[in-house]
C-alpha cells in the first residue's frame, strides 16, 4: 500500500521508495527512470500536469553529480532531475549511450 514514503510508478507500477541515498524530492522511478509532472520547481509538489515524463538524457552537473533530463508526455516541459543512490545503472547507462547508438547525423558524413 503506496504511503508518505513511496509511490507507484506511473509507466512499469513498481513501488518506489522516495528516501533513497541522493535524492530529497525523489519523482522518479528507481528501475525505468521514469517520472510524473508534480514539480514547478523542485520539491514544490504544485505541478497541475501529473502527465508522465520520460527519461530522456543524462548530463554531468559541473560538481560530477549525475542528472537526468525528463520530458513530460503531456505538456512538453522538460525537467533535470538528480541520480538517485538505487536508481537502475542499466537503464541509466541505455540512457547516457542513446546518443552513441543513434548520432544526430550519419556517421559516413563525419571526417
Known amino acids: ?3 508518505a514514503e513511496t509511490f507507484r510508478c506511473i509507466k512499469c507500477r513498481s513501488t ?10 525523489r519523482n522518479h522511478c528507481n528501475q525505468c527512470l521514469w ?3 508534480v514539480d514547478n520547481f523542485p520539491g514544490d509538489r504544485k505541478a497541475a500536469c ?6 530522456l538524457a ?3 552537473a ?11 508526455k503531456s505538456c512538453g516541459v522538460l525537467h533535470e532531475n538528480r541520480i538517485a543512490g538505487d536508481d537502475n545503472l542499466m537503464v541509466l547507462m541505455a540512457i547516457a ?5 543513434n548520432p544526430p547525423v ?6
Open 1 to 3: 500500500m503506496p504511503d
Open 16 to 25: 518506489v521508495d522516495t528516501l533513497a541515498f541522493g535524492t530529497t524530492q
Open 62 to 72: 559541473p560538481d560530477g553529480e549525475w542528472m537526468l533530463i525528463h520530458r513530460c
Open 106 to 111: 550519419p556517421l559516413e558524413y563525419l571526417p
Open 97 to 101: 549511450a542513446r546518443p552513441l547508438a
Open 50 to 55: 501529473g502527465g508522465p515524463m520520460e527519461p
Open 58 to 60: 543524462v548530463f554531468v
Open 35 to 37: 517520472s510524473r509532472h
